[in-house]
């Protein structure tokens, strides 16, 4: 088993995002995949990342990794990718291709002497969910999605097991001296949040069974067809789930609880989109006591967390804010649904949704 310190992984994320030419990535892509494209940048974190076209029409994604991230990380991503395409080969989600030597991530030595893993996998079509609020039926089928990665992960085991990472929500409190990033109005209420999650939910937690999770459903990494003539309409059909760049270990309930969180985005009822997913797992993969009592206080801990690490890295890296900040607004509304939600409304709305699930005809996975 492998432990990776905190302060490596927290490394990776302030380190600046990675650039590579396109003339680099044309030919690695020639050199090690057999392939001429032409290559589109697209935006990053910390990757380099390009989208490959050849003449054919396939599309791809080519990734060159940071070289801050250890080899390890970036091979448990790979591999947890293979393992999704054999144990449920009609998941939506990329699939990683091989270079000319059956290696899935080969090495490349930058220009800088630094070594970066280059991933190829194909690109899914689809347009970002991103700001857009989806149906009812969009949400309960994700919801399905996401209990179907689970599923399949849950048997999947790799030497990372310990990975530590500032997106970990079983290390939510770690995140405290970020809070003086916050603005007066909101840094004492998250600061009782995180708080809160170490004295009251990481205990709790601490008794589930861990496993590879997503752990970053939100709606930049969730794709869905577009229907022609309802370009404004609530996107009705998901297509594909992406970017398992933040996958960790963990119990299956935190993957659900921060993919709730992004779906709180309803004007009018926000905690609707966040229960249709839920309902949508809970009818693949049945949730127990433990895990329903947890999830609005990982839901509320998940906001906490995505408000403070996204203002405390625009304020230190104000070149990547917009990045940064995408989905920070949206993350702070439904916090402040959350916290003015009487605790009674909620348990009773989530036991109605599991007993009750939103399933329109065709939803059912």
Known sequence: MTTIPAHETTDVLAATALTVSPETARRVLAERFGLAATLEPLSGERDCNFRAATADGQRYLLKFTHPAERQAVSDFQVRALMHLATHDPALPVPRVLRDRDGDPAPPLRLDDGRVSHVRLS????????????????????????????????????????????????????????????????????????????????????????????????????????????????????????????????????????????????????????????????????????????????????????????????????????????????????????CLILPAATFQRRLSEALDSPINPPGTGE
Request: charged share 25%; with cysteine; hydrophobic share 45%.
């Open 122 to 337: 194909t690109f899914l079509p689809g347009t970002p969910l991103a700001d857009r609020v989806a149906s009812p039926r969009f949400q309960f089928r994700l919801g399905g999605w996401l209990a179907r990665i689970d599923t399949a992960l849950a048997d999947f085991d790799h030497p990372v097991r310990e990975l530590s990472m500032p997106w970990d929500l079983q290390r939510a409190d770690d995140l405290l001296p970020q809070t003086d990033s916050l603005d007066d109005a909101s840094r004492q209420r998250i600061r009782d949040l995180l708080q809160r999650f170490a004295k009251q939910l990481r205990p709790r937690l601490a008794v589930l069974p861990r496993q590879p999770i997503h752990n970053d459903l939100n709606g930049h990494n969730v794709l869905f067809a577009p229907t022609a003539g309802e370009a404004n309409a609530s996107p009705e059909h998901p297509a594909a789930i992406i970017d398992f760049g933040d996958m960790l270990f963990a119990p299956r309930v935190i993957d659900l609880a921060v993919a709730a969180a992004y779906q709180m985005k309803g004007a009018a009822d926000p905690l609707a989109g966040a229960l249709a997913l839920i309902a949508g797992y809970h009818a693949h993969s049945p949730l127990d006591e433990t895990e329903c009592a947890l999830l609005r206080g990982l839901i509320e801990t998940r906001l906490a967390m995505a408000i403070t690490v996204s203002t405390h890295r625009a304020e230190r890296y104000p070149q990547n804010a917009d990045y940064l900040l995408r989905n920070t607004a949206a993350s702070r509304r439904a916090l402040e649904h």
